[in-house]
């Protein structure tokens, strides 16, 4: 076990050994047997770049706001086996962020972290990049699919949710803006959309979840959908997604499972990888595992393992020339073995062997869980990151192969873990107010003072678009506003994007090229520069009459569509919440919202709304059209439980409040 020291900071700092040996070239004799492990050069007898179905798409009229960071580089990986951006040498050292596609779209929820309360998904991507390019941190790692199937970017085979795709647009362009660069992968093996089941749902030669990796239909159909990512044309800048340099590398996928059917992966690995680089020779290629090996004793649990089964080879999976850089995760909470000789040998193990692969490293993802039903620390969890961080410096410092890691994963003010994990900070949600962000910021420090200027050195700047400037169309002077795309000819919408801020009591709708502040109702001014109370303001409650908690009206009307800019109103452009029960045709406020704006939301939509229906745990809000003055019983709505494993039980009562001409009582007869 690693003593302890402390830093200048008094936080507890482990000392790790040096990990594996150094490399300066990789023009140095080739190991034979990473040689006989990686096969002859492999070519795709699939798809091919010409084939018409993947030429790349046309570009959209979609504009930006911002001109390009010039000179702009793609990262690659020299002589020496360092990464290098420009003629400097880089070290990704940055976070993994889940539904990052969903949020760049505006999804109005999301299944993991929620959304911070009245904040947006692109408001969340801003945020959070903003925050980790202020602390240093310079890399990304997302997905280029999304995690539920009410989002799903390719919705058939063939077949892309525009929506979703601009979502990514966007979440690429605002790194690009921050000057961060991004690592992508390209399908999962988990998760019921975007993954390996998916396509293999959609082949009807493919059974099971290992039929992916050699059925030729999954295998044609994986290709096509990367070909479109590639191709994509980014509808905001213009840039093709396989020439934009904000774009570090590709993952061909997110940690690839084939038990017991290791030579079919790496068949896959390299058939893949191939392919990859027929379509994008720009960026750089890895797997995307996390680095299991078929034998031997460095896995989980030592030779007692699991992990031999699981199909990974570390070594040879990342043996193929057409990946650029090896990569692995660590999990020793989800693997079952967090002992210090594991979390430190794990480390050890893939140094040395990327080191004999003469390929740089990357962790791609790292966590320690902190949970309800464990006996887990903070503490427990800031000594695996301080090892982590520790060993990372300590490879660049001696010239071994790690040469950057991605933590997971960030957790913003307001957004709260999933039901499952217990709310809250989830089991590995790590914000940037905690201790274990505070020892990520003060390595990002330390390791960019450690980026070094390679000598003799003439990188050319990406032959890229430059960003369009759209900023002649800004309301007010004000950015993120007004119109974008190559043409600067399509409308933003300030209001999803919270790009603009109306005032308190005020709505948001957007229109073609600007936006509108309504005051709500019982207040009065432009919602810019402030709402003011107006005489009506304590009259708004007065107009209705509730109908007693638990009763409803026995016939109770038509649905109004809920108006837009009311309390509780968000854009969704996904159309997710009209596929809720009740929620067709826009009824429904889309978002909680308190009894007082749900009866805003009536008086916006006059003459038409006579009643509101209101469940006041739920915070839930309906507008009703003609309801009967009979009443009926309503019966109780059961609310999801704070844990999964816990049963639903009754928590509320719907009530209906009917709006009656001020001072004039509602008659209600009861039910009889």
């Known amino acids: 076990m690693a003593s302890a020291d402390h830093n200048s900071l008094g936080r507890p700092r482990l000392k790790v050994p040096t990990y594996g040996p150094s490399y300066h070239s990789v023009a140095a004799a080739t190991d034979p047997e990473l040689a006989a492990l990686a096969g002859p050069t492999a070519t795709s007898s699939l798809l091919t770049a010409s084939s018409p179905l993947f030429r ?31 003629c400097q040498t880089f070290h990704p050292l940055g976070w993994n962020q889940w539904e990052w596609l969903e949020s760049g779209a505006g999804a109005p929820t999301l299944a993991a972290a929620s959304l911070p309360p009245n904040k947006s998904g ?64 390209l399908t999962n093996n988990w998760n019921s959309t975007g993954s390996v089941d998916q396509f293999v749902s959609w082949s009807p030669t493919a059974l099971v979840h290992e039929d992916f990796f050699l059925d030729e239909t999954c295998m044609r159909l994986y290709q096509q959908y990367v070909a479109a990512i590639i191709n994509r044309v980014n509808v905001i800048n213009g840039r093709r997604y396989g020439d934009d340099p904000t774009i570090m590398a ?15 992966l790496q068949g896959w690995v390299n058939t893949m990888a191939a392919y990859v680089k027929s379509l994008d020779s720009k960026h750089l290629l890895t797997v995307g595992e996390e680095g299991f090996y078929p034998s031997g004793d460095a896995n989980p649990s030592g030779n007692q393992t699991w992990a031999y089964n699981e199909g990974q080879d570390f070594l040879a999976d990342h043996s193929s020339p057409n990946i650029d850089f090896a990569a692995f995760h660590h999990w020793p909470d989800n693997w079952l073995d967090n002992s210090t000789a594991f979390e430190t040998g794990w480390m050890a193990r893939h140094i040395t062997d990327a080191a004999r692969l003469k390929k740089p490293l990357i962790l791609e993802e790292f966590g320690k869980w902190v949970k309800p039903d464990s006996a887990a620390t903070l503490a427990e969890r800031d000594a695996f990151y301080a090892l982590v961080l520790q060993a990372l410096q300590t490879s660049i410092g001696n010239g071994s192969a790690l040469k950057g890691a991605a933590f997971w994963a960030w957790y913003d003010e307001g957004q709260v873990g999933p039901e499952g994990e217990g709310g809250g900070d989830g089991w590995y949600g790590i914000r940037d107010t905690s201790s274990t962000f505070a020892l ?22 990406a032959d ?27 409308d933003i919408n300030e209001c999803l994007r919270q790009t603009v801020t109306c005032s308190a009591n005020a709505g948001c709708i957007n229109t073609e ?21 107006s005489p009506e303001q304590l009259q708004v409650s007065s107009k209705y009459t509730d109908s007693g908690v638990g009763t409803l009206a026995c016939d109770q009307g038509a649905d109004i569509a809920y108006p837009q800019g009311a309390p509780g109103y968000v854009y969704d452009p996904t159309g997710y919440l009209l596929t ?13 919202v308190d009894l007082t704006g749900c009866q805003q939301a009536c ?22 059209s003609g309801p009967s003055q009979q009443l009926c019983q309503a019966s109780e709505t059961a609310c999801n439980p704070a844990m999964a494993s816990q049963p639903q039980a009754a928590c509320a009562a719907w009530t209906m409040h009917f709006r009656q001409e001020a001072g004039a009582p509602l008659a209600v007869a009861a039910a009889g």
């Not at 085979?157 to 921050?178: C, H, I, K, V």
């Not at 590709?250 to 079919?264: A, H, M, Q, S, V």
């Not at 090229?513 to 109370?533: A, I, K, L, M, V």
């Open 122 to 185: 692109p408001w969340l991507i801003r945020d959070v990049m903003t925050k980790a390019k202020e602390a240093g941190l310079n890399v990304v790692r997302a997905w280029a699919t999304s995690a539920s199937v009410d989002y799903a970017l390719q919705t058939s085979p063939g077949n892309f949710s525009e929506t979703m795709f601009r979502g990514l647009d966007y979440a690429l362009d605002q790194a690009r803006q921050l000057d961060l660069k991004v690592i992508l992968s």
């Open 440 to 461: 990520v910021r003060d390595s990002a420090k330390t390791i960019a003072g450690m980026s070094e200027a390679i000598l003799g050195c003439s990188a050319v700047p």
């Open 603 to 624: 008086e916006m939509a006059q003459p038409t709304c006579d009643a509101v229906v209101y469940n006041s745990v739920l915070q839930a809000c309906f507008l009703k």
């Open 464 to 490: 890229v678009p430059a960003a369009p400037d759209c900023s002649h169309t800004w309301v007010n002077t004000e950015p993120g506003t007004g119109f974008e795309g190559p043409d600067c000819n399509i």
């Open 250 to 264: 590709w993952d061909l996928i997110n940690e690839p499972r084939c038990f017991k059917c290791g030579n079919r």
């Open 580 to 592: 809720l029960p009740g929620r067709q045709d826009g009824a429904g406020a889309p978002v909680a």
């Open 56 to 86: 790349a798409s046309q570009a959209n009229n979609f504009s930006q706001t911002v001109t390009s960071i010039a000179p702009e580089h793609f990262v690659r990986v020299t002589e020496d086996g360092d990464f290098a951006w420009g």
């Open 513 to 533: 090229g600007s936006y509108n502040c309504p005051c709500w109702p019982g207040f009065t001014s432009d919602g810019r520069g402030g709402c003011d109370p």
